[in-house]
């Protein structure tokens, strides 16, 4: 319980953090890279733990943050690419 109590906690401290460099107009890329690679990351550990628990996967809950999560990620894709051809 503890490991997923962590990974929650850091997913938290990596969207927050992402959050933060994408509202600061001084950031630099490096900065809003590394926040994004940290959240990116810390996600890919949160589905690891799930695929422990069949229970989880199942749940409505966790169905719905998932599809929020792609979507998120997307995003972030596709305003690297955006970025990219700029």
């Given at each position: 319980?503890?490991?997923?109590?962590?990974?929650?906690?850091k997913?938290?401290?990596?969207?927050?953090?992402?959050?933060?460099?994408?509202?600061?107009?001084?950031?630099?890329?490096?900065?809003?890279?590394?926040?994004?690679?940290?959240?990116?990351?810390?996600?890919?550990?949160?589905?690891?733990?799930?695929?422990?628990?069949?229970?989880?996967?199942?749940?409505?809950?966790?169905?719905?943050?998932?599809?929020?999560?792609?979507?998120?990620?997307?995003?972030?894709?596709a305003?690297?690419?955006?970025?990219?051809?700029?």
């Open positions: 319980m503890t490991h997923e109590q962590s990974t929650l906690v997913l938290t401290e990596a969207r927050t953090s992402a959050m933060a460099v994408h509202d600061n107009p001084n950031a630099t890329l490096a900065q809003k890279e590394m926040a994004e690679n940290q959240l990116s990351g810390t996600l890919k550990t949160l589905f690891a733990v799930t695929e422990n628990y069949p229970e989880l996967k199942a749940s409505q809950n966790f169905l719905q943050l998932q599809d929020e999560i792609s979507d998120t990620e997307n995003k972030i894709q305003s690297r690419r955006f970025y990219n051809s700029n």
